[in-house]
């Protein structure tokens, strides 16, 4: 750690926090003076003595409050310092950059990498209590740049509330706790916080929570508090927004906040009605005459009917449900009953083009009465020599998809754990791991006489061109999901969206675009190019994500030794990554951070269900709705730097909050 010469009275309890804070900068190019420790005059320099090189950013946000507090004012140098090997490997500290001794080379390479760019970052504190002096240093969390800003710019730090808008007013106006994400007791309490489509601002009197450092209630005059909704989808907007490290904390350019507060007349107060409404159409235009050429459009499409079904999902879950049927044979959705699950997987398979008189859809409700594989598929029967399909129709689907290669099909499990899957589906789960080529389903003995086999073959392949989607609710009347069918599909859990929002969706209806105009012929020749297969599944990963596999692997199996991450679930994850789909700017439409977070989710916390016994080590107790796992070994994992640093993964740590919450109250966690 480098000495910046701050004489500040703060304890390790303050300092910890800091080192928690997201703030954002730049490199501090052209500065009329420099910390006296490098070898140069400049804001990229090699340490006095050393092969270390250390550049300096100047920070466009403010420093956490016990910082800003105790700074000794008479210091007019406010610079954090980067040092070139704590650095990650995906910003500064590549492979290329540990390999090469050439110094002027290493400081160029910084330089390339960092000026002109909003760096994200977290200060990286530790102080000597007997000389009263603080080390100010900083970790670079991520790189932005398409961010325009000059030398006067600044940054807010917003935090992003994720809760129906409702309940969040409701909380702000009885005073109670509200978690902030992102967002501890080290920073300055909030100006402004995002909830849903509202920026929220001119906040009375904060109270901080005794133990929750993450945790904030207003203390007074609640129904002061001003609300205004901001357009997301506005260029000028994401032209002056940085995520801060994940989706609940964002920096805002502070022009921009003061433009849409103090100057903007469209503003209410939370006890009042809505602010008017900012109309915005976020989903572009589409072609009357759809196709499947664009992906990206395929994609905006599907909004656009979801929205004319009445179902309103974000963008993100679309793409993640997409992206899952691209790479897997079987996906499920799941989540409470009547969000719309058996909607969306018709609305998709229509938006292909495909439809059950065509033979390309099958929508296949699941009973209760199902427990083997010939209730869905038919059977041999040996009295009069003829197989007899089932009443389900699956057989003539899968071998309408065997003799029509060219056109999608998809079949839809409809609440399909009311029955025990690996009962019924049992010969699928086993065909799922071999190639397309490979997957041969038997329908009867091939030495067996059938008179009929000319209509149905005693094998019949499942192709590429099938995909399963399953739906499933979590009820006392279903049936739990075996770890071998955990690790061959992805099981997706729906967000619904408050009906404000739904109603504020449908503004963005294109009435204009119909899904009948679909044209199905040869409609997998036009899919299958989305589908990535030449990458190797590896090269999904960079070498600190596999370290970061491999530990989490090893966390999980110490506490037991029958889970964790297989080289099945790391290569399913991989082909997810390498196939997140590419907007019109050619960048992914997902961000890798998302991605991960979201797998992580999908393929392994869910996984993870048993006794206090069994998980209470692993993923901890929550005794209290308000309270974080206790002594929870994963959910520390995932807060860590070493994780924030491959992603935010909020998803992944609400779900392990959800579960030690089931612990806290049942003893049990599904």
């Known amino acids: 750690m480098l000495n910046m010469d701050y004489t500040i009275e703060i304890d390790d309890k303050d300092i910890i926090q800091c080192n928690e804070c997201y703030m954002v900068g730049v490199l501090a190019d052209k500065e009329e003076s420099y910390p006296n420790i490098g070898d140069e005059q400049d804001c990229v320099t090699p340490m006095r003595n050393s092969s270390t090189i250390v550049f300096y950013i100047k920070p466009l946000s403010q420093d956490p409050e016990p910082i800003a507090d105790n700074l000794n004012t008479s210091f007019e140098n406010p610079l954090y310092i980067g040092i070139d090997n704590d650095q990650s490997s995906y910003t500064i500290n590549t492979m290329q950059y540990k390999h090469t001794t050439d110094i002027e080379l290493k400081k160029s390479m910084i330089k390339d990498k960092l000026k002109d760019k909003v760096i994200l970052f977290k200060p990286k504190l530790a102080s000597k209590h007997d000389s009263n002096r603080i080390y100010k240093n900083a970790i670079i ?44 007791h080290a920073t300055y309490p909030p100006e402004y916080i995002l909830c849903g489509d ?41 032209d002056k927004m940085i995520r801060g490290g994940s989706n609940s ?41 759809i196709g499947l ?47 719309g699950k ?109 008179i009929n086999k000319s209509q149905y073959p005693s094998m019949v392949n499942i192709g590429d061109n099938i995909r399963f989607i399953g739906t499933v609710n979590m009820d006392e009347t279903t049936k739990n999901f075996s770890d071998r069918l955990l690790d061959r599909a992805n099981v997706i859990t729906l967000k619904k969206k408050n009906f404000k929002e739904l109603k504020s969706d449908l503004n963005e209806v294109d009435q204009d675009m119909d899904v009948d ?18 990458k190797l599944w590896l090269d999904a990963y960079t070498e600190e994500e596999l370290e970061f596999l491999d530990e989490l692997h090893a966390i999980i199996n110490s506490c037991d030794a029958q889970k964790g991450i297989s080289f099945r679930i790391a290569r399913k994850m991989g082909e997810y990554l390498n196939n997140i789909p590419r907007g019109e700017d050619i960048k ?29 080590k692993l993923v901890g107790i929550s005794r209290k709705d308000e309270d974080l796992p206790e002594d929870g070994i994963l959910f520390d994992f995932f807060t860590s ?3 924030q640093e491959i992603s935010h993964f909020y998803q992944t740590r609400q779900e392990i909050i959800r579960k030690a919450r089931e612990l806290g109250r049942y003893g049990y966690a599904d």
């Open 141 to 184: 969390v991520g790189i932005e740049p398409d961010i325009k800003i000059d030398k006067d710019t600044i940054f807010t730090p917003v935090p992003v509330v994720e809760m129906p808008m409702q309940d969040f007013e409701s909380k702000l106006l009885k005073g109670q706790y509200i978690m902030l994400e992102g967002y501890n």
């Open 198 to 238: 509202y920026l929220y601002f001119e906040f009375p009197l904060w109270e901080k929570h005794d133990k929750n450092i993450y945790m904030w209630k207003i203390g007074e005059c609640p129904e002061k508090i001003k609300k205004t909704r901001i357009n997301f989808n506005s260029l000028e907007l994401s």
């Open 249 to 289: 904390l964002i920096f805002i350019e502070q022009s921009f906040l003061y433009k849409n507060s103090i100057e903007n007349k469209d503003v209410g107060y939370i006890t009042t009605h809505p602010a008017p409404e900012v109309v915005d159409i976020s989903i572009p235009k589409v072609k009357q005459d």
């Open 293 to 339: 050429e664009d992906e990206c459009a395929f994609l905006y499409a599907l909004k656009n009917f979801a929205l004319k079904q009445r179902l309103s999902y974000s963008m993100d879950d679309l793409i993640n449900f997409h992206t899952c049927i691209k790479t897997n044979l079987l996906t499920i959705l799941a989540g409470m009953s009547g969000t």
């Open 342 to 450: 058996t909607q969306l997987a018709l609305i998709y398979a229509k938006l292909l083009g495909l439809d059950e008189e065509n033979g390309n859809l099958l929508f296949l409700p699941i009973s209760p009465s199902y427990t083997e594989p010939g209730d869905l598929l038919g059977y041999l029967n040996n009295m009069n020599g003829l197989f007899m399909p089932s009443e389900t129709g699956l057989a003539d689907f899968l071998i309408h998809a065997q003799e029509n290669p060219k056109e999608m099909h998809i079949a839809i499990f409809d609440e399909m754990n009311l029955s025990q899957v690996e009962y019924w589906f049992a010969p699928f789960i086993s065909l799922m791991e071999k190639q397309a080529y490979e997957r041969n389903l038997l329908l009867y003995n091939v030495n067996s006489n059938c």
């Open 517 to 534: 105009k679909v044209a199905a012929f040869d409609s997998y020749l036009k899919y299958s190019p989305w589908i990535q297969k030449d």
């Open 588 to 616: 992914p439409m997902l961000s890798k951070e998302d991605a991960f977070d979201m797998q992580i989710k999908q393929r392994l916390i869910t996984k993870l269900r048993g006794t206090e016994g069994q998980l209470g």
């Open 641 to 643: 730097d070493r994780a």
